[in-house]
């Protein structure tokens, strides 16, 4: 069974611009989440999808922001890009009716903001 | 809200060394708990897991029990290998996302 796919592996962009960071989960799994793991911050939540919803978000300014497609996939952006924005981005997958909410990570999206 | 407060690294141990992260937590409800590893370079894999009070988890050595009493999830591997080293991430479940805990960077030596 493949696992969550995430690309590009690597990303680099400079102040100002627009990011996108895609994610595929595992087959089955409705639910896709979004963490941000920068560099002295932690992992912290970012965004859940389910059925193409938005069904919770982090606390993150309204430039981060997604959407999920009719085949469960999965998009990021995130808008007028800054320094702090750099930080690895996990996406993980889950089957939003398991109650117990286990989730499987991606290999991560490596954005470096100039 | 929900958090996850765990044992500050970086931990070195040698070889077969007995390890021990721990990992407290406060939350609302009944939250399931998780262990995750994060080798160099890697994602997150789900190391281990536990649903409800007193349960244990377990995988390739490693073990945690649920306390509920003392709102633990500690984590535990007897004999350590080179190949334990990583980053290790303890986690609660709630509202249906995952609270991280800031993770310990374990190092074993040979």
């Known amino acids: 069974e493949a696992g969550v796919t995430q690309s590009p592996t690597h990303l680099i962009k400079t102040r100002g611009q627009q990011a996108t960071l895609r994610c595929s989960p595992i087959?089955?799994?409705?639910?896709v989440y979004w963490y941000q793991q920068a560099l002295g911050l932690g992992l912290q939540f970012l965004l859940w999808y389910d059925e193409g919803e938005e069904r919770n978000r982090g606390n993150f300014p309204p430039r981060f922001s997604g959407r999920q497609f009719p085949n469960y996939s999965s998009e990021l952006n995130v808008n007028a890009l800054e320094l702090e924005d750099s930080a690895l981005y996990l996406c993980a997958s889950s089957l939003f009716r398991k109650v117990h909410n286990e989730q499987f990570f991606g290999p991560g999206t490596r954005l470096t903001v100039l | 809200g929900d958090s996850v407060t765990q044992m500050e690294g970086p931990v070195t141990l040698s070889e077969e060394a007995f390890l021990t992260i721990n990992c407290t937590y406060t939350a609302t409800g009944y939250p399931s708990l998780f262990w995750y590893v994060q080798y160099p370079g890697e994602g997150l894999q789900l190391l281990l897991k536990a649903t409800k009070a007193d349960d244990k988890g377990s995988n390739k050595g490693f073990e945690a029990t649920y306390r509920k009493e003392t709102t633990s999830f500690h984590l535990e591997k007897g004999s350590v290998q080179v190949s334990d080293s990583a980053v290790y991430f303890c986690a609660l479940s709630g509202d249906y996302k995952l609270s991280f805990g800031a993770g310990t960077t374990v190092t074993v030596r040979a």
């Open positions: 087959s089955g799994h409705t639910s």
